[in-house]
C-alpha cells in the first residue's frame, strides 16, 4: 500500500502571505492520479486539485499543484481569510484510494 | 445541481449492522464510479470502497474488506454500504462522494452520515 506523508503538519502563517504544502508518496505515482483537497469544520471536503495541477471547476488561480514521482506540492500563493482550512492529498493506485494525514493551515 | 444526501447513520452496538444510502441527482448517476470515504471524530480522511457506473466491480480498504459491501441501484439512484460486525474504530462520518469523469478524484460530496459503534 503507498503511504502518503504530508508535511507540515500545521502550518502558520498571515493572510496575504504564500502556503506550501508538501506531500510525499511512499512510492513513485502517476501524477494523474494526484489529488488535493480543502476541509473546513463541518463540512465535506472540497476537491481543488487533480491530475497534480488541474484546478477543480469553481477554484481560484491562487491555487497551484506541481510535482511528479513521490513529492508533490500545494501552494496558495496569497492567502485569504477563507483558506484557513485543513488540506489533504490523496492518490490512486492498485484500485484503491488513500489519503495523507492532513496538514492544517491556521492563522498567525 | 449535483446532489448527494447520505442517510441511515446511527447508534449500534459492536457487531451490529446497518445500511447507509447516499441518495444522487443533478447527474446520470449510471455513468459515475462513486465512493465512500469515512472520518473518525477528530481524525483525518479515509477511502473507504468504491463502485463502478453498472455496479460490476467493486474495490475495499483492507481495513473493511469482508465486512463492508457496496452496491448501487441505478434506478433509484442511490448508493449503498452495507456495514456489517461493526466494531468502535468504524465510528465515523460516512461521505459518499462521485469520482471524476475520466480521472482521478472525487469532485463532489455529501454531507456525511454519522455511525457510532458504542454498548
Known amino acids: 500500500e503507498i503511504v502518503l506523508t504530508q508535511s507540515p503538519g500545521t502550518l502558520s502563517l498571515s493572510p496575504g502571505e504564500r502556503a506550501t504544502l508538501s506531500c510525499r508518496t511512499s512510492?513513485?505515482?502517476?501524477?494523474?492520479?494526484l489529488a488535493w483537497y480543502q476541509q473546513k469544520p463541518g463540512q465535506a471536503p472540497r476537491l481543488l486539485i487533480y491530475?497534480?495541477?488541474s484546478r477543480a471547476t469553481g477554484i481560484p488561480d491562487r491555487f497551484s499543484g506541481s510535482g511528479s514521482g513521490t513529492d508533490f506540492t500545494l501552494t496558495i500563493s496569497r492567502l485569504e481569510p477563507e483558506d484557513f482550512a485543513v488540506y489533504y492529498c490523496?492518490?490512486?493506485?492498485?484500485?484503491?484510494?488513500?489519503f495523507g494525514q492532513g496538514t492544517k493551515l491556521e492563522i498567525k | 445541481e449535483v446532489q448527494l444526501v447520505e442517510s441511515g447513520g446511527g447508534l449500534v452496538q459492536p457487531g451490529g449492522s446497518l445500511r447507509l444510502s447516499c441518495a444522487a441527482s443533478?447527474?446520470?448517476?449510471?455513468?459515475?464510479?462513486m465512493h465512500w470515504v469515512r472520518q473518525a471524530p477528530g481524525k483525518g480522511l479515509v477511502w473507504v470502497s468504491r463502485?463502478?457506473?453498472?455496479?460490476?466491480?467493486?474495490n475495499y480498504a483492507d481495513s473493511v474488506k469482508g465486512r463492508f459491501t457496496i452496491s448501487r441501484d441505478n434506478a433509484k439512484n442511490t448508493l449503498y454500504l452495507q456495514v456489517n460486525s461493526l466494531r468502535a474504530e468504524d465510528t465515523a462520518v460516512y461521505y459518499c462522494?462521485?469520482?471524476?469523469?475520466?480521472?482521478?478524484?472525487?469532485?463532489?460530496w455529501g454531507q456525511g452520515t454519522l455511525v457510532t459503534v458504542s454498548s
Open positions: 462522494a462521485r469520482e471524476l469523469y475520466g480521472d482521478y478524484g472525487n469532485d463532489y
Open positions: 443533478g447527474f446520470t448517476f449510471s455513468a459515475y464510479w
Open positions: 490523496q492518490q490512486y493506485g492498485s484500485s484503491r484510494y488513500t
Open positions: 463502485i463502478n457506473g453498472d455496479g460490476s466491480s467493486t
Open positions: 512510492q513513485s505515482v502517476s501524477s494523474s492520479y
Open positions: 491530475g497534480a495541477s
